[in-house]
Each structure stands twice: as C-alpha cells, then as structure tokens.
C-alpha cells in the first residue's frame, strides 16, 4: 500500500479553490426540526429557538428592524410584521434606546413563515409558529468602554 503526498503549494491552492466556491449571503431556512437552543447566525445577529417568551420581556408593537442603529449592517428586518407577536427586554422603549445589552426582541409568527432580511448576509425563512429569540454579537470595544465607565 502506498501513501500519495502532495506539496504545501498544492494543498493550499485546493483550500483557497474550495473557499471561493462557497455562496456567502446565499439565502437559508431555518428547520422545522430546530429545538430550543439551536442558533443560526446572520453576520454579528444571531437567531435562537426559545421553547416561550424569556422573563423580563414585555409584549409590543412589533418592529421590522431587529436591531437598534442606522447603518447597513444593522439591517436585519422582518420582510413583513403582520401577524407577528414580539417582545421586547425590559419594553420597546428600554430596547429601542439601546439598553438591553445583547438581547434583542422574541418574535413568532403563528400564521406564516417569516423572512428576515439583510443587505449582504443571506435571508433567514423562520418557519411559522417557531418563537425566535434575537441576539447581538458582544461589540468588545463598546461593551468594554461602557463597563469602565460604569466602574469610575
């Protein structure tokens, strides 16, 4: 039996092929079969089944944009609200100022699938009736500036 080698340059040149072959900002579905616990990530969101509404969430009037800002990387939204129940941590108002941390709204829509989208990260098809808990990526710097101010 004999082992076949290849050189680094070989190898190299199949990975960097492989990784321009994949589809970034292709669309996704999230499974039916998801339990609670199961994340799926859109850029610096991430989107988590939750078996019912966290404690400490309010309901409100549900909101397209999933989180608080004005750039384009803040862009995750619901393709449509109607029909959509949404929570809020601490209230719509408490979130919509920025102080709920990284929680974001819980949302479900029992009547239809629900699509969030983003500008350059693939859509996210949330099957109907599957309760969604929204979480923000930990900005490091930010994050770390406010806690030491919150020590002085």
Wanted: glycine share 10%; hydrophobic share 30%; net charge negative.
């Amino acid at each position: 039996m004999s082992t076949a080698t290849k050189d680094a340059a070989s190898v190299i040149n199949e990975q960097e092929s492989h990784l321009e072959s994949i589809e970034h900002g292709k669309p996704e579905r999230l499974s039916e079969a998801a339990t609670e616990k199961d994340y799926f990530p859109q850029g610096d969101v991430y989107f988590g089944v939750v078996n019912s509404k966290p404690t400490g969430y309010e309901p409100g009037k549900p909101v397209s944009q999933l989180a608080v800002g004005n750039t384009q990387g803040q862009r995750h939204c619901l393709d449509c609200v109607e029909g959509v129940e949404m929570y809020f941590p601490g209230g719509v108002k408490n979130w919509q100022r920025g102080r709920s941390g990284l929680l974001g709204p819980v949302f479900r829509c029992p009547t239809r699938d629900v699509t969030v989208v983003h500008p350059t990260h693939g859509d996210l098809t949330i099957p109907k009736g599957m309760m969604i808990q929204t979480v923000y990526q930990r900005n490091w710097d930010e994050q770390l500036k406010a806690e030491a101010r919150a020590r002085d």
